[in-house]
């Protein structure tokens, strides 16, 4: 397994259209994360699955955004409608379970500009 | 809500040079911390992960401390080198809500000089 797989890599659309990210967390990870990334700052949360199932979303996670994982395996990050505050870096990354004891893995993430 | 700095925002050095980076958080109650590193335009790679049992975890060059009571983690590097140079972030889980995502600092940015 080569870890966390994200794509695209960069991505620019004007502004209005909808874009959709995909990425592949290590197989054996049950837990997948998105979080969005502005210049300057720290990665912030949007959205985790376990498995399938969308546990928890960001108050950053407008209307707009929608996050899905069918069969626990990939996931994908549509969003609609884009906007200019849209562009940022957005990573995603995959765990075992970080209250058991282990680490986040992150993916080289995808950037976007809306232009 | 968990809330984590990181001193100082920016770093210079000159090769060679022992340097320490540090990141303080606010919830103490943490069970381990992460620090990763970033180079511009890219993703994150982990460097370290500290488990609350644990003070200190080493690899290579790096040296990592946790203290849960001060609510401070530092970054060692030992003998820079102008490949290290990128931003340093550290992140802790956000414990409410269930510790299911993390809080990062603002990261440090060094840059190492020959």
């Known amino acids: 397994d080569t870890g966390v797989s994200q794509d695209p890599r960069h991505k620019i659309t004007k502004r209005g259209q909808n874009v959709t990210f995909r990425c592949d967390p290590i197989s054996e990870h049950n837990r997948l994360y998105w979080y969005r990334q502005t210049l300057g700052q720290g990665p912030e949360f949007l959205t985790y699955f376990q498995n399938e199932a969308q546990l928890e979303k960001s108050r950053l996670l407008s209307d707009r955004f929608s996050a899905e994982r069918p069969k626990g395996s990939f996931s994908t990050l549509e969003i609609q409608r884009t906007e200019q505050g849209d562009s940022a870096m957005y990573l995603c990354a995959s765990s075992l379970g970080p209250d058991r004891g282990y680490g986040y893995t992150f993916g080289s993430g995808t950037r976007l500009t809306v232009v | 809500k968990q809330e984590v700095t990181q001193i100082p925002a920016a770093l210079s050095v000159p090769e060679g040079e022992n340097l320490v980076l540090n990141c303080s958080f606010t919830?103490?109650?943490?069970?381990?911390l992460q620090w990763f590193r970033q180079d511009p335009g890219k993703g994150l790679t982990s460097l370290l992960l500290i488990q609350s049992s644990q003070r200190e975890q080493t690899s290579g060059r790096l040296n990592a401390s946790l203290d849960k009571s001060s609510g401070r983690s530092t970054l060692y590097i030992a003998a820079s080198q102008p490949g290290d140079s990128a931003t340093y972030l550290c992140?802790?889980?956000?414990?409410?809500?269930?510790?299911?995502?993390?809080?990062f600092g603002t990261g440090t940015q060094l840059k190492v000089e020959l």
């Open positions: 992140a802790g889980p956000e414990l409410t809500g269930g510790g299911n995502k993390l809080t």
């Open positions: 919830d103490s109650a943490i069970y381990n």
